[in-house]
């Protein structure tokens, strides 16, 4: 045990994939459950891109590339920004990781020295705490409930910033709760942030495409190019593309920045798979009717889950803008019993009893730093959501 770091006492286990193995171990025992836990598309991905990448091993692009990702995959970064986003980065200015993730890393652990701050508006993605944690700097956690749409307000923002902010971490549209910022919406953050030449913004742009009700996505160096100079814009083919397997995340931030970025994953992981880069082109530069036909669904599947939600006894739920979650208030199911006889004392408790006595495994709000809610992913199929809400109803109708 003594073999371990202490740097590692900083940080906890995904929470989103214990819940998973606690789902598959029940599984494995023959019991019949829904996994509506996890952040990843239940779709394939489209067939031009898994083509792409299969004309890229026979054409053995197979070798190391840049560091940062090939130049002909930089170049598609740059027209991606440029055509879906207005920003104009050029390759140097643009950095491609093994998965977002890879990217939010090296930009915090390349630039983080110890006891710098990073604003967190919560509830937020798991990995952000814990990322910053391994950096040495401090998260500081901003609450941002229902009541404010799970949207930082810049009043909020204002008064977390001291002289040792460093960053400012912004998820739009939202893991885990699908909130979503409109141009206006980060007009008045970026007014704070034009008063405070110390802060930097991280924006964690991975949801981009999967935006409902016709709302226009924005980004922080769009509505503020003056922001562009201290600005990560963050992005990639996961969600967008059905692509989490492939490990394709990208950033667009000023030169100094990205070299930084790419000094790090130098001596990390170097490039990410130059197969899976070949096939990143085809995704951003080709046909995008697949993504379009998920979101569809994605919206379909948020309608009927936000109803079946709206029609079960001690829940309340947000409408989500975005992604692929809904994040439930269950507030008032607290200080009950389940007709299985478990207590209710927090979200915890909550997940946990309605997977071992409903079968469906969700994840509690704590693990998103917001307990008091839990988070259901509708990237599934609509007969499994349909079946879990009816199975979620049950367990609510049944607490005493
Ligand atoms: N950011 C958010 C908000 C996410 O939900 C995820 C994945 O769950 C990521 C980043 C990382 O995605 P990737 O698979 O590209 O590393």
Known sequence: RDVIADRLNRISPSQTTAMRQRA???????RDVLAISSGEPDFDTPQHIKDAAIAAIQANQTRYTDIAGTRALREAVARKFKRDNGLDYTAEEILVGTGGKQVIYDAMIATINPGDEVIIPTPCWVSYPDIVGLADGRPVLLPCGP???FRLMPEQLEAAITPRTKWLIVNTPSNP??????????RGLCDVLLRHPQVHVLTDDIYEKLIFDGRAFATFAQVEPALRDRTVTMNGCSKAYAMTGWRIGFGGAPRHIIKAMDKLQGQSTSNTCSIAQAAAIAALDGPQEATEAMRQAYQRRRDRVVAALAATPGLRCHTPEGAFYAFPDMTACLGRTTAGGARIGDDADFVLALLS????ATVHGGAFMFPGHFRISFAASDSMLEEACRRIRGFCEGLR
């Open 24 to 30: 598959q171990a029940l599984k494995a025992e023959g």
């Open 147 to 149: 009541n404010q749409g």
């Open 357 to 360: 006595e409903a079968g469906v």
């Open 177 to 186: 709760t699908g909130a979503t910022y409109s141009a206006e919406q980060l």
